[in-house]
């Protein structure tokens, strides 16, 4: 009997140390299956990105491309590159008209592969440009269902008018023409700039999401829809509203002034080269300037809209220095291709 006791207790034993090895077996694949789970949700969540996912905290830096063009020019490029290296902990989008919808988990990895150059920086990122979508729950959607861009004389221009005050109304941040260069942070939340001393531009501001000062331009917009009237969407609408805002005080020296709660940048902060002297950007300084009361330049692309004036490497101009200096790897690689392209005029 006592022998069979034990045998009993040793089985027992044994058959308790399986049950164990088996719920340890259970737990731990039970766990890594978690753990996997979690990890490749977190993996599509990362990769499978949205413009609402990335501007979330509302202090992204917002570019559009209008167009469909999907090879955007030097300017364009360097005006991303160096936005990314000025905020490097702010996410960069740039909204492109020409992008297919988000259709995958991998959306941009694939899209950064079109653009080489900028694939090093990881805080940039690329979106499709819907504007129904962008519009929606704004004044601007009822005008948009009813306009037609082909009978629209300014429609690129009037396009990203329209664009830009529903993107920061919606997401808040920082916004800049695709011909802007960044060279220092703007060290305001909230900010216009003028581009003169009685003139507000709309190239480049930063608003705080749903600031009743965003709603109110794009009411005017609307409201006063002058689309045939070269920037009355734009900086002529910043200029009305901000009128109707605020008495500003003028401007002395470099100084800034404040507009209730908004900051007025001094024209010398983006447009020291004004835009009737933009042919300057292109010649060859005795001296190149400092631009140190300067946080972005304005290069007025729109009136280079003939592609009379490009930047050329070993020109020596002060757009190509402004190239070296703020968009480093851009200007390497227009380098690159004008060596190569020497190497083949040689070989023919």
């Known amino acids: ?37 979690m990890k490749n949700t977190e993996d599509k969540t990362l990769k499978m990105l949205t413009p609402d996912d ?66 090093p920086y990881k805080n940039i990122y690329f979106f499709p440009l819907r504007m129904d979508e962008l519009y929606k729950d704004t004044p601007l959607l009822d005008w948009y269902k009813k306009i037609n861009p082909k009978k629209e004389k300014y429609w ?44 507000c531009s709309n190239s480049v501001f930063g608003l705080n999401r749903h600031r009743s000062f965003t709603w109110k331009c794009m009411e005017d917009f609307v409201k006063n829809y002058k689309g045939e009237v070269w920037g009355y969407q734009g900086p002529s609408l910043f200029t009305r509203v901000m009128k109707q805002w605020c008495v500003l005080p003028p401007f002395k020296n470099t100084e800034d002034v404040t507009c209730g709660n908004i900051s007025y940048l001094n024209p010398e902060r983006f447009y020291p080269i004004p835009w009737g002297a933009w042919k300057r950007y292109y010649d060859v300084w005795e001296e190149l300037p400092s631009f140190n009361n300067s946080y972005s330049l304005h290069v007025w692309n729109y009136m280079n809209r003939n592609n009379e004036k490009t930047m050329v490497v070993g020109s020596n101009t002060l757009i190509e220095n402004l190239f070296q200096q703020q968009c480093p790897t851009i200007y390497g690689a227009l380098c690159k291709a004008r060596h190569w392209m020497f190497y083949d005029w040689i070989l023919t």
């Open 1 to 37: 009997m006592a022998i069979v006791i034990k045998y009993l207790k040793e089985l027992m034993f044994f058959v308790l140390l399986a049950i164990l090895g088996l719920l340890t077996r259970l737990h731990f694949m039970h766990t890594k299956y978690s753990i996997g789970y």
């Open 54 to 119: 990335v501007l979330s905290e509302g202090n992204g830096v917002i570019l559009f491309e209008i167009s469909e063009r999907m090879n955007p020019p030097p300017l364009v490029l360097c005006s991303i590159e160096s936005a990314a290296r000025v905020y490097p902990e702010r996410p960069v989008a740039f909204f492109m008209k020409g992008l297919p919808d988000i259709d995958s988990t991998d959306y941009q990895t694939q899209t950064r592969r079109k653009f080489p150059t900028l694939s």
């Open 156 to 199: 690129i221009n009037v396009g990203a008018d329209g664009s830009r005050l529903a993107s920061i109304w919606k997401y808040g941040g920082l916004y800049l023409d695709a011909d802007v260069i960044s060279m220092r942070p703007v060290p305001h939340e909230n900010f216009l700039a003028a581009e003169t001393l009685s003139y």
